[in-house]
């Protein structure tokens, strides 16, 4: 993995400068669920998503997790024209072998990725918190960064987003030179 930094974005009062990071590639088995867009219906639909994932314990059934303490949510089968696409909780795996029935296996591409760090927030503005960070790193940081936004984009949820207070966790948005 290699880091550099980039533009900064300001943020609520606040200057956060995404750091520039090469990720090789990795697996991710989890739990999928088709998203739409229009109307906003993902900013209910995926924080729904979690809800559900955390209540039912979905994380324990899912197989050879290479990092036990850091979950992934990701979008992938992007459908622009209809605004569809399909998230995705769960774990960076080291095999796909013996995954269970009506779990997704991703194999994500080696990219270089700008990654936002959301603000601190309590746990019931964590949402809200990550929601902010994804509208300002495309409304605010792109425009003038001198990168075009790619896919594969993912959040990294890692101890940082455990605690009841004073979470975080990362955005992954992968990037090419315009």
């Known amino acids: 993995?290699?880091?550099?930094?980039?533009?900064?974005?300001?943020?609520?009062?606040?200057?956060?400068?995404?750091?520039?990071?090469?990720?090789?590639?990795?697996?991710?088995?989890?739990?999928?669920?088709?998203?739409?867009?229009?109307?906003?219906?993902?900013?209910?639909?995926?924080?729904?998503?979690?809800?559900?994932?955390?209540?039912?314990?979905?994380?324990?059934?899912?197989?050879?997790?290479?990092?036990?303490?850091?979950?992934?949510?990701?979008?992938?089968?992007?459908?622009?024209?209809?605004?569809r696409f399909t998230y995705v909780i769960g774990f960076e795996a080291e095999s796909f072998d013996n995954v269970p029935e009506g779990m997704m296996c991703i194999t994500v591409p080696e990219a270089t990725y700008a990654v936002f760090t959301t603000s601190k927030a309590s746990n019931a503005d964590f949402a809200s918190s990550i929601q902010q960070t994804w509208a300002k790193a495309f409304q605010e940081w792109f425009p003038t960064s001198g990168y075009q936004a790619c896919t594969p984009e993912f959040e990294w949820y890692d101890e940082r987003s455990e605690s009841d207070t004073d979470k975080q966790m990362d955005i992954y948005i992968a990037i090419v030179k315009e």
């Open 1 to 83: 993995m290699t880091l550099s930094h980039a533009p900064r974005l300001r943020e609520g009062g606040i200057t956060i400068t995404p750091t520039i990071v090469t990720k090789s590639a990795f697996k991710l088995i989890g739990y999928g669920l088709d998203i739409e867009t229009n109307e906003g219906k993902n900013q209910s639909d995926i924080p729904a998503f979690w809800q559900r994932y955390l209540q039912e314990n979905l994380r324990a059934n899912i197989p050879h997790k290479l990092r036990p303490n850091v979950e992934i949510g990701m979008g992938t089968n992007f459908e622009p024209e209809t605004g």
